[in-house]
């Protein structure tokens, strides 16, 4: 007889983690090698934002030391950088962050970051493609606006003011590109890429033969301007500024993560993709950091252009020619932007519905093409109406709260995944059966008494391997290092100026915070850990993840309320789907794995 199954045990059971070293079966095409994942990699990142982004910064928040405020970004985009990597070495599967919380925490949690990615994939698509349309309009002179707004114009309020075809188009071509062929694709994103660096790479060169160190010591005395200048120097805004800038500069980061989406279609991904998402990460901050660089050394920081900076710096210093180069560079790195936030989508996609926690179709694989083709389209006919009905301008910063709540749960499993304990001496058909059923907070091996508790919290008999019990207490001491780095970014953010004039109560609160903090750091580096294993491993742990979670938080915190209210909406349609339709498949799954193991236990007995 079966056991009745808890909603609770459906809601937390986790993926089974592989331990044989093998990429396991898929039904997709392995064509992807280190350079095709370097490619999409740093064409996802490097589209408009390397020719928008660097001006915007250095006029209003960092001057000159833009280029330290990209240096600082950059060390936190490496540390969720190398937690991605450590996972997609260990777990090469498609669904990137969606997979990695299902190993490690559970599958509601791992609903809700698959959901998210949907959402970040959507918007950030559909803003690549406005953004394509906007960009090509004003060198068109609003031709493209003014000739949609006279065939579908829109008046509701929370739409835009017309239907844009060329966005719309734009998604529809890249869908069906990407649904009927990866190889194909992959080599013309690489071209593109290609391209996109060598423009980049003319841009730094040809910024430095205009270079005049002097822009770089700007006393503010002697200018006359409307513009905000700040003390002038290095610094015009202070070393605040620049860490402002650097908060900023972090989303210019974003998107190296797709890659992590590609586990089931790369040849060897348990060493390419480490190598692909640091590679790609180290091309990225140089050309970030070399742009911003001869950007300020160009003209002044309080002359640039918020809007086209690259473009208005080789105006005003007399090269049109390079920059007509620049213009065109736009577009080209638009153009690899919409298929690095365009691929992802369908594979994360085709994850969660191999899952049973969306439709099935979803997940259908071509035999001819070894593509999910059917989400592909669904995918981008969808992405396609977003692209052509709003207006994205409010909508850019949901894509933070996807990325920044992937990257914590990424961090936090890495934290779960080297103190787990495996029980690598049951045998597979009950460490499957295991595996689904346990929890971060469940388990069958120990039971919790105080004395066992305490003991372990402190590890007084020097354990050497991970058991329930440490796990457990791994758990729940990485919820309560979220808690405090919660606590501390939301006094920072309502205390600030308390803090700054060291009122007593303020700063005590924060000592108090930041010495929890460094504690529970303490007492989980006390536990014992997993043995060490022949692949790409994030060093220092907890405290490289700790660092990390902490950054997202306090960057989550910065989000407006709006944000969040639209964040809640998309989680109510997302909840009612898991509710409805994942949680009985998921349920149904449990019982018929659970009848099976019991049915088979019964027969060895016989």
């Not at 392995?30 to 999409?40: N, Q």
């Not at 309009?137 to 031709?143: A, C, I, M, P, R």
């Not at 440490?470 to 953010?493: D, E, K, N, P, Q």
């Not at 109560?505 to 536990?527: D, G, N, T």
């Amino acid at each position: 007889m079966v056991r009745q199954i808890s909603p609770w045990k459906v809601l937390t059971r986790r993926k089974n983690l592989q331990a044989d070293g093998t990429e396991g079966e898929t039904k997709l095409n392995r064509v992807l090698g280190l350079w095709d994942l370097t490619a999409l990699g740093v064409g996802s990142t490097l589209g408009a934002g390397v020719y928008v982004l660097a001006g915007q910064i250095a006029k209003d928040q960092a001057g000159p030391s833009v280029m330290i405020s990209f240096a600082i970004a950059a060390l936190a985009s490496l540390l969720a950088g190398v937690c991605y990597a450590e996972f997609g070495a260990r777990v090469p599967k498609a669904g990137s962050a969606y997979v990695y919380s299902y190993v490690c925490i559970g599958e509601f949690v791992a609903f809700v970051i698959g959901w998210n990615l949907i959402l970040e994939y959507v918007i950030g698509t559909a803003s690549v493609c406005r953004g394509i349309s906007l960009y090509l309009d004003s060198l068109l002179n609003d031709t493209l606006k003014n000739t949609f707004a006279e065939v579908a114009p829109m008046n509701v309020s929370f739409l835009g003011s017309y239907f844009d075809f060329l966005a719309f188009g734009l998604v529809v071509v890249f869908g069906v590109a990407l649904a009927f062929g990866v190889e194909t694709s992959t080599m013309a994103n690489n071209f593109v890429t290609c391209l996109n660096i060598f423009i980049l790479g003319f841009v730094i060169i040809a910024g430095a033969i205009k270079a005049d160190i002097s822009n770089w010591t700007v006393d503010p005395s002697t200018v006359s301007t409307n513009s905000t200048i700040g003390e002038g120097g290095f610094f015009p805004f202070g070393f605040e500024g620049t860490l402002r800038g650097a908060a900023t500069c972090f989303f210019g980061f974003v998107g190296f993560d797709c890659i992590a989406t590609t586990g089931e279609e790369v040849r060897n991904p348990r060493k390419n993709i480490p190598k692909s998402i640091l590679l790609s990460l180290l091309i990225i901050f140089l050309c970030y950091f070399g742009v911003s660089t001869v950007l300020t050394l160009m003209l002044p920081y309080y002359l640039q252009d918020a809007n086209a900076p690259l473009p208005y710096a080789f105006e005003y210093v007399g090269w049109p020619t390079a920059m007509w180069i620049v213009t065109i560079g736009g577009l080209v790195g638009l153009m690899a932007s919409l298929f690095g936030a365009l691929f992802p989508l369908p594979r994360v996609m085709y994850s969660m519905a191999q899952d049973g926690l969306l439709f099935k179709f979803l997940g259908k694989v071509s035999p001819r093409f070894r593509v999910p083709v059917t989400g592909s389209i669904v995918s981008a006919l969808f992405t396609a109406a977003i692209a052509g009905l709003f207006d994205l301008a409010q909508l850019v910063s949901l894509l933070s709260i996807g990325t920044l709540l992937a990257y914590s749960v990424v961090a936090i499993s890495i934290m779960l995944l080297r103190y787990m304990d495996y029980c690598e001496e049951e045998n597979p058909g009950q460490r499957e059966v295991r595996a689904s059923e346990t929890t971060s907070l469940t388990s069958s091996a120990e039971r919790f008494t105080c004395g066992s508790v305490c003991t372990q919290l402190f590890n007084v008999h020097r354990i050497k391997e991970p058991n329930s019990i440490s796990s457990r207490i791994v758990g729940v001491l990485a919820t309560l290092f979220c808690l405090i780095s919660l606590g501390i970014g939301v006094l920072i953010m309502q205390a600030h100026s308390l803090i700054v004039a060291k009122e007593i109560w303020a700063l005590s609160l924060l000592v108090v915070l930041v010495l929890l903090m460094f504690l529970v750091i303490l007492l989980i580096c006390l536990q014992p850990r997993e043995a060490r294993r022949r692949l790409f491993r994030v060093p220092f742990v907890p405290v490289v993840p700790a660092i990390s979670i902490f950054i997202n938080i306090y960057l989550m915190l910065q989000l407006d309320t709006w944000t969040w209210i639209r964040f809640g909406v998309w989680m109510i349609v997302g909840l009612s789907i898991y509710f409805f339709y994942g949680l009985p498949n998921s349920y149904r799954e449990m019982k018929r794995q659970r009848a099976g193991w019991q049915k088979l236990k019964y027969s060895d007995r016989l």
